[in-house]
Each structure stands twice: as structure tokens, then as C-alpha cells.
């Protein structure tokens, strides 16, 4: 083990680590937000309105995020003046923003499709028992439906926000220094192959805490699911 | 808009060529991944089955390992790595050679680690959904282990994995693209350099997205047509 390496640029992995987990918070957030409306819009009965939906999600799933981040990040440039008119060019000018704007995008997509799958798999029931009380459209669906939906999707929304974790990696390729960014900077200065191992068990460890807490907020969210003979 | 499809012209004028054949890189290293990471994937399930304790853990270890770790990174570690590694060994053997790790290679056996790692769960799930009495009904009849696993277990395995096996070869697909970071010319890579002399980001690169959907229907195709083959023995339940 080589600690003077580890005290140059340790520091600096623990910085990208914190980038990092700045990228992947703000896309989940950001996605979660705009994942509801698309969800919805899936959910719909017009043709047309969920056409739409269709092909954004079949767009951001289909096609490597490697390839949305460079069609916004280098085809932003060519649009500048019209993003200028707008009044929204000092965020595509920035790396980190335009990378949290795919990124966004892009978990919005996957997000959509965990929620649409979640809110059809409450039973039928649910709907018309609501109506039965006497409950309108909306508070059925945010009060009764919902949440039971997010209950069941706690589980893909858990591999989301690691494959997120994993994926957010690729911002590197566009000058932005989280974890790989930095990690590659220390390679391409020392040529020492540790920084690799190193950033390596930064994502493992990332990556396991998140599965593990993960896994008991589940199990304690869905404690009253269980039956006697599992506990 | 004439004259921007012109820019997919083929010979010197043109980027169609290039285009396609960096769309042909990427076909071939997911066809080459492919095989390896199903049979790997495979053989870690196996392992994670044994009852040999160290090979329970080193198969659970690298799942976790290789699950847990971005691709790129585990890119990063194979090319370089491996390039060291192979120097060392170079060295050892002979004087003054100097040796590269294709990255093609680099890209497959990077791709095929993740992807068997994934593939690895899912035969565990498909060989959880088949049941007991399926091995011993087959030992009753006089079958031994290595009959049994490949008449009996398998056929059943492949139509209980194909679907996750499915959704990991679409993933795959798209992983593909990372190969573009060690300088492989792919699809991203060479549109990448039609961009740079260009100057036309958003029409390549949205050309590059399209193609990439084009792959993953295409893909999706002949998985139905697996499918299908694979569950020709069921009932139909429509």
C-alpha cells in the first residue's frame, strides 16, 4: 500500500465522491418530480398523450446515456443563440448542469415507467372502494392509490439510485470531476494502478450502504405487509 | 435539411461509412460478449449453488463486486490493468518487448464481467422457480446428474432466464458505448469524430440515439422469436 499517495490524492477522491453524490441526489430528486406527470400521461387513455409519454421513455431507455450526454452537452453549443434568447444558456454552458440535466432526463424515464408499473399493480379494488365512500378522482389516487404504489416500488427505486450511482461515472467524460473524474486525473499524474482499486472500493462502498438501508427502510415500511409465519 | 442528411453521404464526402462502421464495431463486440457473459454467468450461478463453501463465496464476491462497480470503472481497471499486467509478463518472458492489450479484448472481457455478474442472478431466480420434484422426479426415472441437469434442469432454466437474460443483452447493448473512452471505434466514437470536423452535434449524435433505438427493437425481435421457441412446449395461457 502506498499512503503517500494515498494523502496527495485521497482528499481529492473524497471531494469527487462528494460531487458525485451531489450529480446523483439532484437527478433523483429532479426525476422524481418530472417522472409523476410522465407516469400519468402513460396511464392515460389518449392515444396521443400517451404516444408521447411512449416515445420519451422508449427514447431515454433506448439509447446509451453516454450518447444523450454528449447530444446535449456538444449540440447545447450549437444552439446557443436560441438558448441565449431563452435565458438559459448559463446552464447548458456548465458541464455539471448540463450532466444533471441528462442525468435528470434520463432517471425520469426509468422512474416513470417503476411508477406506472406500481400504480397499475394496486388492485382495482382500491379505485372502487374509494369511489364507493364517496371519494373523488384525485384524492383517491394521491391518498388510497399512491401510497401503496411507492410501497411496492421501493425495491426498483432502490436499483434506480444505484444504477444512477454506477451511471453517473460517465460525467467524467465531459470535464466534470466526481470520483472517476478525479480518479482518472491521479492516474493520468502517478500512472499508479491503486488509484483505480481505491476508487474502486469508494463505489462499492457508495453503492453497498445505499443497498443495505435500502433494504431494512424497506423492511420496515412493509412490516405490516408480512404475515405472522414470515417474521 | 437536404444538405444535413448529405453529411450520412458514404465515400469522402460523406460520414455514412464511418458511421457504419463504427455501428459495426458495436455490433460485433456485443455479439462477442454476448456468449461469454450468458456461459460465465452460468458457472457463477453453479458455483453460488455448490455446496463448497469458498466457491459460494468468491461467486457471491464477485457479484457484488461487479454489480457494485460502475462500468467505466471496471473498463478502466481491465484496459489498464490488464495492460500492466501483461507488460509484467512480457517482461519476464522476453527482453524489451513492448505489448498492448487490444481494446477490443479489453471491452469484452470488461462487458462480460458485468454482465455475468447480472446474469449470474438471474439463472439463481430461474433455477429457484424450478421445482424440487422436477430433479427427483427425473432421478426416479434413472437419470443421472449430468442427464438430469441437461435434459430436465436446463431446457426449463432457459425459458425461466431468457426474459431477465433479455433485458440484460438490451443493457448490454447500450454499455457498449463506454468502449468509446479507450479510443475503440464505435458508433459514439466515430460519430464523435464526424462531430469534431462537422461541427454538427445534434445531428449526429441524435442520429447516433436513433440507431442505437433501431439495435434495441431489432434485438427485442429475435428475443420474441426465442421466446416463443423456448416455451413452444407450453400451453398457451393467453
Known amino acids: ?231 | 435539411m437536404g444538405e444535413t442528411l448529405g453529411l450520412l453521404a458514404f465515400g469522402d464526402k460523406g460520414w455514412g461509412d464511418e458511421i457504419l462502421a463504427g455501428l459495426g464495431v458495436t455490433i460485433s463486440l456485443f455479439l462477442a460478449t454476448l456468449p461469454f457473459g450468458i456461459f460465465f454467468g452460468f458457472l457463477i450461478a453453479l458455483a453460488k449453488r455448490s455446496n463448497n463453501r469458498l466457491a459460494r463465496l468468491v461467486a457471491n464476491a464477485y457479484t457484488t463486486i461487479f454489480r457494485g462497480l460502475p462500468e467505466l470503472l471496471t473498463l478502466f481497471i481491465i484496459f489498464y490493468g490488464g495492460q500492466m499486467l501483461l507488460q509484467q509478463l512480457a517482461d519476464l518472458l522476453f527482453d524489451g518487448v513492448y505489448v498492448e492489450l487490444n481494446a477490443f479484448v479489453a471491452g469484452i472481457i470488461a462487458l462480460a464481467f458485468v454482465f455475468s455478474a447480472y446474469a449470474s442472478e438471474t439463472f439463481m431466480s430461474a433455477f429457484n422457480g424450478i421445482p424440487d420434484g422436477q430433479a427427483e422426479a427425473a432421478r426416479s426415472l434413472g437419470l443421472g446428474r449430468v442427464q438430469t441437469l441437461r435434459l430436465v434442469i436446463f431446457p426449463q432454466l432457459v425459458r425461466l432466464a431468457l426474459p431477465g437474460l433479455a433485458n440484460l443483452s438490451l443493457i448490454l447493448q447500450k454499455d457498449t458505448s463506454l468502449v468509446s473512452i479507450i479510443a475503440l471505434p464505435d458508433l459514439i466514437r466515430n460519430t464523435r469524430i464526424a462531430v469534431g470536423v462537422t461541427k454538427e452535434p445534434l445531428f449526429f449524435f441524435s442520429v447516433a440515439c436513433m440507431i442505437y433505438i433501431a439495435l434495441a427493437v431489432i434485438t427485442s425481435y429475435f428475443i420474441g422469436v426465442i421466446d416463443r421457441w423456448s416455451s413452444r412446449g407450453q400451453a398457451g395461457r393467453s
Not at chain 1, 22 to 41: D, E, K, R, Y
Not at chain 1, 199 to 208: N, Q, R
Open chain 1, 1 to 231: 500500500m502506498d499512503f503517500d499517495l494515498l494523502i496527495k490524492y485521497g482528499p481529492k477522491l473524497l471531494s469527487g465522491l462528494l460531487v458525485t453524490l451531489q450529480l446523483v441526489s439532484t437527478s433523483i430528486v429532479l426525476g422524481a418530480i418530472i417522472s409523476l406527470p410522465i407516469a400519468l400521461m402513460r396511464l392515460s387513455k389518449n392515444r396521443i398523450i400517451n404516444g408521447i409519454a411512449y416515445s420519451y421513455v422508449y427514447f431515454f431507455r433506448g439509447s446509451p446515456l453516454l450518447a444523450q450526454l454528449f447530444l446535449i452537452y456538444y449540440g447545447a453549443g450549437q444552439m446557443r443563440p436560441l438558448l441565449q434568447d431563452m435565458g438559459i444558456w448559463w446552464m447548458f454552458r456548465e458541464a455539471y448542469y448540463c450532466a444533471i440535466f441528462v442525468f435528470t432526463l434520463n432517471t425520469a424515464a426509468y422512474q416513470a415507467e417503476i411508477l406506472r408499473g406500481s400504480i397499475q399493480s394496486v388492485d382495482k379494488g382500491q379505485w372502487e372502494a374509494a369511489q364507493t365512500m364517496g371519494m373523488k378522482y384525485w384524492p383517491t389516487f394521491f391518498k388510497i392509490i399512491m401510497p401503496q404504489a411507492l410501497i411496492s416500488s421501493l425495491r426498483p427505486y432502490g436499483n434506480e439510485i444505484i444504477l444512477m450511482i454506477k451511471g453517473s461515472a460517465i460525467a467524467s467524460v465531459v470535464t466534470i470531476f466526481d470520483l472517476m473524474g478525479e480518479t482518472k486525473l491521479a492516474f493520468s499524474r502517478t500512472f499508479d494502478f491503486q488509484v483505480f482499486l481505491w476508487a474502486a472500493v469508494l463505489y462499492l462502498v457508495m453503492v453497498e450502504t445505499l443497498r443495505i438501508t435500502w433494504e431494512k427502510m424497506e423492511r420496515r415500511l412493509t412490516r405490516h405487509l408480512r404475515q405472522v409465519s414470515d417474521q
